[in-house]
């Protein structure tokens, strides 16, 4: 049977179900206007510019696990080449990286990389007693370099590499990582700062970790040149010199390893040391390869400030104590490797002088060798 609908009827219904689409049109245009008011205005990372090619040289846990993701985050440098012994290893991670096989070196066929212009900067990340050649290599190919802390094992080789960036006419930076991060930028502008807390009188900095396997490099006095002092306290004297603003003038020292622990047969575990500045600044610093350090501390007339951790890759803190109470600082947590590496890629790029040239790393290696010189001696020594 044949149902017969009534035009009217239909008619009816085609105009309420028209008249419900336009009353719902200007609401959900109204809707979408309140959508798009709500969505938060985020700042979206620059587009990268010129990027400067980089070629590590070492291709060990640091360079590995921190230096090469660290790229990703870079808006100036970008991981273009390997130098290795270990050929496979290198070849591997160049697919992972994205790395094209004609930039992979060894050592023997390193100088070779005078021939690549895409490789514009060397990142020198192999055992300290290495630097100076991997360094000298580097420059006289026509690169400049980025050089991993401690600089060199005296103040001679660094020297030599100074001279050596010097003749290429190529530039030379020492991989002082933190400080290139906000917390301890922040830090140093407070400290030399003398309105809000007036002058800094007293510095504290303590830097160590709880070493491992005995069998590493670092605990070979030949390639690292020394122990705790050479590796991790490298940061605490370096922080009692950003901090103070000045060089030291005097320094005196203690030195200590646990008896017949394997660890430490060639190099020291623990050394404290005090440094003298010309401002009237002393600082008491502590470098440990049997127990974990890691804060940065500054004492003025109207309060003080801490760093700690100080010197960790990440969970940087900052707390400020005056008056009894105690403010905790919140800045970014950057990628500190990612920073460094963008700023001598700048440096590079508009010929100016980086924030931790060799120069830098040469003065912390005199004062290292002095701090030696006081430990074993039981005396001041003058600078």
């Known amino acids: 049977m044949t149902t017969r ?47 400067l090619g980089w070629a590590l040289v070492g291709l060990g846990n640091l360079s590995i696990n921190q230096i090469m993701p660290a790229f990703a985050k870079c808006q100036q440098s970008k991981l273009v080449g390997f130098v290795s012994g270990r050929p496979e290893k290198a070849k591997q991670l160049a697919q992972v990286y994205g790395v094209d096989p004609k930039n992979i070196y060894t050592y023997d066929n390193y100088d070779t990389v005078a021939n ?124 009692a010199r950003y901090l103070s603003g000045e060089e030291p003038i005097e320094v005196n020292a203690m030195m200590h390893s646990t008896p017949n622990d394997p660890r430490f047969a060639e190099v020291e575990e623990n050394i404290n040391f005090q440094l003298r500045f010309p401002g009237g600044i002393l600082a008491n610093c ?34 400020v104590f005056r008056g009894g109470t105690t403010e905790e600082r919140t800045l970014p947590q950057r990628d500190h490797f990612a920073l460094e590496m963008d700023h001598f890629s700048a440096s590079v790029m508009n010929n100016t002088e980086p924030l931790t040239p060799g120069e830098e790393g040469l003065k912390d290696l005199k004062v290292m060798m002095a701090i030696y010189e006081a430990a074993r001696s039981g005396r001041t020594v003058k600078l």
């Not at 959900?28 to 510019?49: D, F, M």
């Not at 900067?121 to 630097?131: A, E, R």
């Not at 490099?217 to 122990?227: F, T």
């Not at 127990?291 to 900052?318: C, H, I, Q």
Request: glycine share 8%; charged share 20%.
């Open 116 to 239: 690549n212009p895409e490789v514009d900067v060397i990142y020198v990340v192999l055992p300290n007693s290495m630097h100076p050649e991997y360094t000298i290599r580097a420059l006289k190919a026509g690169k400049h370099v980025l050089c991993e802390k401690p600089m060199a094992n005296t103040p001679q080789e660094c020297e030599q590499m100074i001279a050596a960036a010097r003749a290429a006419n190529r530039k030379l930076m020492i991989g002082y990582r933190v400080r290139y991060e906000p917390f301890n930028q922040t830090m140093i502008k407070m400290a030399q700062d003398t309105t809000e807390m007036g002058p800094t009188r007293v510095i504290l900095a303590d830097a160590g970790f709880n070493i491992g396997d005995p069998t590493q490099w670092r605990l070979r006095k030949a390639m690292a040149g020394g122990g705790s002092l050479m590796d991790i306290g490298i940061y605490a004297l370096n922080a």
């Open 286 to 319: 502590t470098s440990s390869y049997g127990v974990n350090l890691g804060r940065f501390r500054v004492f003025k007339p109207r309060g003080s400030f801490e760093l700690d951790p100080a010197s960790s890759y990440t969970g940087l803190r900052m707390r």
């Open 5 to 51: 609908l009534d035009p009217d009827l239909s008619r009816r219904r085609f105009l309420k179900a028209a008249s419900g689409a336009l009353m719902a049109a200007p609401l959900a245009s109204t809707a979408s206007r309140t959508i798009s008011t709500q969505v938060p205005n985020i700042k979206l990372p620059e587009v990268p510019g010129k990027r």
